[in-house]
């Protein structure tokens, strides 16, 4: 939809708005700010300093944190903004905040506190709802303050029928939510529940709800004004998830059929209605086939802001038949009284959009959270490939944040083209210095069932896509070239001043011991044959292979070639950290040289006790001291990232030799935390000097 741009504004001269967000919400938000000509302000804390949304905006302003709801009213209005744009996140979803602004004469753009308010509660909204004809689950809720005892709690379960789901009826996420399928375990899953429902929310409140055993997850994004005029804009599948987390998302969904579509299209407009809501907004669905393709679906929420997966929608949307709307655009407009400029009728869908999620985690081992300086980032770009991305090159993934980085948005004619598009874009996104979940997202969307449409949200759980393919071998043997290519110095007349390993009688072997996070050591002998950039590379015990090596100008690119074949990886090198990082078709690694000498200690069976961080984060906790006495699966550490704990457990029994971390050290991944002498050396076989051979 295009739309001329003119300026909101409620005074003299060109309107502001401020972001109160960060990332790659806050730089979406400042694109459509500044193709309306209104002036974008934005807030950043101490880590965020240098971020590209503080860069990118007209004015940035400090905060201590981006939940300073006071602090930020205050800044908004002594920078001249008139209105608050809140994001996703945050405070998007603080009634307390949207009723703070409108208070201070500030425009909030998102809906009125009280329809936040209604809907922030699931039992409140569902309650809502339900007396506005939307179909919801059948089950049963406790009155704040008033928890059900024991036995009502067994009474209700057994009336509503198992399977169950508990969750907390504020917030959301996924946390303290339950799978209860029998009478046995309700009561510890309840009151583990209440547990992190008061600890996340400051409310211990449960809603019990029928569990869904195959459940579709589809929301529909709507769009109100104060004018009374409420419409729906298609839906969204969203069930691709992992522990409640969305992952990949698309629009439409492959499942609905047009009636269907309409059907719970006006269902979702029921929803708002129902709250008075102005803005945009997503009701949440729980959908179900029978055998006979028939569709049932359940409220299950309203997210009362925009969603992080709104891009979709903006893509296949057309008004009056041309494809493309601007929901942060519409948002502002609505926020400033302004009507809609189209009705339902004038809304259609053309062709298919598909979106992932960029995650700072290694889902190779086991999804832990990462991060690190951004070495190299190259995002993917071309005809119908949108990147909504919130990091830039030399800037670092922290703990600080939400570990979601980018978003990137592929359409197509029609879903396999979307797909297939998909596919190629994440294959030339390239992240070195802090692992992605970029190559699992490939896997993932190339798996049978997503490309069949069969979704449903236990999918990643209970039929994971198949495992990555074992190419470290190949990757140590590049990254020990590479490393060779340190040592080439040019031509020079003194034949035994260049490092290629000649020597009287033939040349020798340079071996490079190389280590992958999670990955026992590898060493690979590399020797020049003949000509510069000509070598030998054996593998262990493996016989010698010829291979080329070569790098670019900038360094950016290291080039491996057979006699058959030629790769060429994505290069970056970790000055802090000493890792050399490389990257293919989305995947990447990071290796580390060890000294050679590291496996001929005299006490070389402790390196298998060296325990080394996971991840990198925060340490926790270092419950051990040097001379205590351990057994295997004894916790020696707890790092914390990206709000997730993780104990270090010893994979032996011995005695602790040394602590190299103390409680609130920063570490990066793979630092040695503690190392544990065995408690029988003997018993452990000694490492090989092929190395040295």
Not at 325 to 336: F, G, K, S
Not at 607 to 617: L, N, Q
């Given at each position: 939809m295009t739309t001329t741009p003119r300026t909101i504004s409620r005074s003299h001269g060109v309107a502001r708005v401020l972001v109160a967000n960060r990332g790659e919400i806050a730089l979406r938000i400042m694109r459509t700010l500044r193709r309306m000509g209104i002036s974008p302000a934005t807030?950043?804390?101490?880590?965020?300093?240098?971020?590209p949304h503080t860069l990118a905006a007209d004015i940035a302003l400090r905060v201590e944190h981006y939940l300073d709801a006071d602090g930020i009213v205050a800044l908004a209005l002594d920078c001249g903004a008139t209105g608050?744009?809140?994001?996703?996140?945050?405070?998007?979803?603080?009634?307390?905040f949207a009723r703070a602004c409108t208070d201070s004469g500030l425009v909030f753009i998102g809906p009125p506190a009280s329809a936040i308010e209604a809907m922030g509660d699931k039992i409140r909204a569902k309650d809502t709802v339900a007396a506005a004809g939307v179909p919801v689950l059948g089950g049963f809720a406790e009155k704040p303050g008033q928890p059900l005892d024991d036995d009502e709690l067994l009474r209700a379960a057994e009336e509503t029928g198992y399977p169950l789901l508990i969750k907390p009826s504020a917030g959301g996420g996924g946390k303290g939510m339950r799978s209860v399928y029998a009478p046995e375990s309700l009561l510890a899953d309840a009151a583990a529940a209440r547990r992190e429902a008061l600890a996340s929310f400051g409310d211990a409140t449960l809603l019990v709800e029928k569990l869904v055993q195959r459940p579709r997850h589809i929301e529909v994004q709507v769009m109100a004004d104060a004018h009374g005029h409420v419409l729906h804009l298609g839906e969204r599948e969203c069930s691709l998830q992992r522990r409640h987390q969305k992952v990949v998302e698309e629009a439409p969904s492959p499942l609905l059929t047009e009636e269907q579509r309409r059907t719970m299209g006006e269902a979702a407009v029921a929803a708002a209605r129902s709250c008075g809501y102005v803005g945009a907004g997503t009701v949440e669905f729980i959908a179900e086939t029978d055998p006979d393709g028939g569709l049932s679906f359940s409220f299950l929420e309203m997210n009362t802001r925009l969603q992080v997966e709104h891009p979709v929608t903006e893509e296949v949307v057309a008004v009056r038949g041309e494809r493309g709307?601007?929901?942060?655009?519409?948002?502002?407009?609505?926020?400033?009284g302004e009507a809609l400029p189209f009705a339902q009728e004038d809304v259609s869908w053309e062709g298919h959009a598909v979106e992932s999620r960029i995650y700072a985690e290694d889902a190779d081992r086991g999804f832990l959270p990462s991060g690190g300086p951004i070495l190299l980032l190259e995002e993917p770009s071309g005809p119908h490939v949108r990147v909504d991305s919130g990091i830039a090159r030399g800037g670092a993934v922290t703990s600080d944040f939400d570990p979601m980085l980018a978003k990137v948005v592929t359409w197509g004619a029609d879903r396999a083209e979307a797909l297939n598009r998909m596919d190629a874009a994440l294959a030339s996104y390239r992240l070195l210095?802090?692992?992605t979940n970029t190559a699992?997202?490939?896997r993932l969307l190339r798996h049978p069932r997503v490309i069949a449409g069969d979704l449903s949200t236990d999918l990643i759980a209970s039929d994971p896509p198949e495992e990555a393919p074992d190419l470290l071998s190949s990757v140590a043997m590049a990254a020990a070239l590479d490393h060779q290519l340190d040592l080439e110095i040019g031509p020079t007349a003194d034949r035994f001043a260049v490092p290629d390993g000649w020597r009287m009688g033939g040349p020798a072997w340079t071996p490079w011991r190389l280590r992958a996070p999670g990955h026992d050591a590898v060493v690979v002998r590399v020797r020049r044959d003949g000509a510069p950039g000509r070598y030998l590379v054996a593998l262990a015990d493996r016989e010698p292979v010829a291979l080329g090596a070569r790098r670019s100008a900038d360094g950016t690119r290291l080039t491996i070639t057979d006699a058959d074949t030629t790769v060429t990886y994505a290069r970056a090198d970790d000055p802090a950290t000493a890792h050399r990082w490389l990257g293919l078709e989305g995947a990447a690694w990071s290796l580390h040289e060890e000294p050679v000498t590291a496996a001929l200690r005299e006490d070389d069976a402790a390196?298998?006790?060296?325990?080394?961080?996971?991840?990198?984060?925060t340490v926790l906790d270092v419950p051990v001291r040097v001379g205590q006495t351990v057994t295997a699966g004894t916790t020696l550490a707890v790092v914390?990232?990206?709000?997730?704990e993780h104990s270090v457990p010893s994979p032996i029994d011995g005695t602790v030799a040394s602590v190299a971390v103390r409680t609130g050290s920063s570490v990066p991944m793979d630092a040695v935390l503690v190392t544990v002498e065995p408690e029988n050396p003997a018993d452990t076989p000694s490492t090989s000097t092929e190395e040295q051979r």
């Open positions: 807030v950043y804390t101490d880590a965020d300093s240098e971020a608050v744009h809140p994001g996703y996140g945050f405070l998007s979803e603080n009634a307390d709307v601007d929901l942060v655009e519409l948002q502002v407009r609505v926020a400033y210095g802090c692992v699992y997202l490939r390196a298998d006790g060296t325990v080394r961080s996971p991840m990198p984060g914390e990232a990206m709000k997730m």
